[in-house]
């Protein structure tokens, strides 16, 4: 069984989704860690990422996997495990530029489907009930406030020792949020059969327990 969580950044997809899956006994994909792991590679590689011919020429060569663990999948770049350096804003603002790219969308998405074909899974993004797992038999998609996502991303890096503004979070929040909803491949947006969370005013167990209860009840076939 599939099961999809997408929204935007700062819904509480990762943390919920996670947990979600640790409570079902499913496999977890971040599959912003491998949009993640391409712009880290990016940045290596000095590509430029606005660039789509020098994107889809380079990418071939860019070694990138998706290795399933006891609970979630691990992100490997060149069999390296990447997850240390790819939360911050500098590769945020990378992969989300990297994301409207074709070609990054297309390398990845055969990596994702083969994540859903190995078992029971929770698969967090922006598509993965649109364009990833279109047959998915659970959906889901957490939204909250602007504000509410940018207080809680700013926590997350306060918390994680960087020191950022609060007004810059918001500011790279809301220049995300334009290119993902704005790009002509695969925008963020709800599928048609997701359900709507908004989680502005829900503790993460509040929502945790409510796609558990939806989950099992899809499962009972209820
Ligand atoms: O969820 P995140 O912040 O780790 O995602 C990083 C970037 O990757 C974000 O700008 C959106 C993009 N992304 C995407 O386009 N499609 C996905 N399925 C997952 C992430």
New binding site residues.
């Given amino acids: 069984m599939v099961v999809t969580v997408d929204g935007p ?1 700062g819904a509480g ?2 943390t919920v989704s996670r947990a979600l899956a640790d409570r079902l006994g499913f496999a977890f994909l ?7 792991a391409v712009a880290l590679a990016a940045s290596w590689d000095q590509v430029e990422a606005v660039d789509p011919e020098a994107v889809a020429a380079w990418l071939p060569g860019v070694d990138i996997k998706a290795q399933p663990g006891p609970h979630s999948f691990q992100v490997l770049l060149q069999g390296r495990d990447v997850e240390p350096f790819i939360r911050n804003e500098h590769i ?1 603002q990378l ?2 530029q990297l ?1 409207s790219q074709p070609a990054v969308r297309t390398k990845l998405l055969e990596l994702q489907r083969s994540a859903g074909r190995a078992g029971d899974l929770v698969a967090e ?4 009930g649109t364009v ?1 797992f279109p047959d998915a038999e659970a959906k889901f998609f957490l939204t909250a406030s602007q504000g509410e996502r940018a207080r809680r991303r700013w926590l997350e890096l306060s918390q994680a020792g960087q020191q950022v503004e609060f007004d810059e979070v918001l500011a790279d929040l809301e220049k ?1 949020d334009q ?2 909803e704005e790009r002509a491949i ?1 925008p963020l947006r709800p599928a048609a059969d997701a359900e709507i969370v908004d989680t502005s005013h829900l503790s993460f167990g509040q929502v945790v327990e409510h796609l558990y209860q939806q989950v099992t009840r899809v499962r009972q076939g209820l």
């Fill in positions: 950044g997809k990762s971040d599959t912003g860690a491998l949009y993640r945020s992969a989300s994301s993004g922006r598509d993965m990833v995300r290119r993902d695969s």
